[in-house]
Antibody
Framework: QVQLKESGPGLVQPSETLSLTCTVS????????VHWVRQPPGKGLEWMGI???????DYNSALKSRLSISRDTSKSQVFLKMNSLQTEDTAIYYCTRGVAPYYWGQGVMVTVSS | DIQMTQSPSLLSASVGDRVTINCKAS??????LNWYQQKLGEAPKLLIYNTNNLQTGIPSRFSGSGSGTDYTLTISSLQPEDFGTYFC?????????FGAGTKLELK
């Protein structure tokens, strides 16, 4: 069955770079898009970006200068890298599959703090 | 970027009530509007895609309508398991955007 699982550090220092991995199973990255969505504690959802089946990407305008999404199809993994982290980047980070988000991972909590 | 204005932000209702949640886009999104439900501590769940298509397994008391810039989610008869937060999401134009959410609570 379709599964997505996010992994990464739970704590990141301010100004450092966040690196997250989304490991998928049950489908091919070359046939499906994967999005990243985040949610600060107690707040709403923010669409961050997408990597499409062909490998092209699009990003949230507000994050575009700091964000990069890539993948390794042989390992069924999608990567998120975001630099210059600040406390307001503290959030649950989800990877999701679909033309629009449909299948979701469980999310990974990332805290930005010194 | 397309802004999604969702209303109300908080909705108090009782079991059996008919409730509506609205989403207004800052420009025409051609019915590329999804609705998600999120319960505390869980990932969002897709309820309706492309304005009025019920996702498999979602009860028929949920329905969606709209066109152009204005969209509505309706729950015909609220059930105890329907309480939570609802988000609209446009996927007509990049970058995609979510509404701010509507928290549906028990009156």
């Amino acid at each position: 069955q379709v599964q997505l699982k996010e992994s990464g550090p739970g704590l990141v220092q301010p100004s450092e770079t966040l690196s997250l991995t989304c490991t998928v199973s049950g489908f091919s990255l070359t046939s499906n898009s994967v999005h990243w969505v985040r949610q600060p504690p107690g707040k709403g959802l923010e669409w961050m970006g997408i990597i499409r089946s062909g490998g092209s990407t699009d990003y949230n305008s507000a994050l575009k200068s700091r964000l990069s999404i890539s993948r390794d199809t042989s390992k069924s993994q999608v990567f998120l890298k975001m630099n210059s982290l600040q406390t307001e980047d503290t959030a649950i980070y989800y990877c999701t599959r679909g033309v629009a988000p449909y299948y979701w991972g469980q999310g990974v909590m990332v805290t930005v703090s010194s | 970027d397309i802004q999604m204005t969702q209303s109300p932000s908080l909705l108090s209702a009782s079991v059996g009530d008919r409730v509506t949640i609205n989403c207004k886009a800052s420009q025409n999104i051609n019915k590329y509007l999804n609705w998600y439900q999120q319960k505390l501590g869980e990932a969002p769940k897709l309820l309706i895609y492309n304005t009025n298509n019920l996702q498999t397994g979602i009860p028929s008391r949920f329905s969606g309508s709209g066109s152009g810039t204005d969209y509505t989610l309706t729950i015909s008869s609220l059930q105890p398991e329907d309480f939570g937060t609802y988000f609209c999401f446009q996927h007509n134009s990049w970058p995609y955007t979510f509404g701010a959410g509507t928290k549906l609570e028990l009156k």
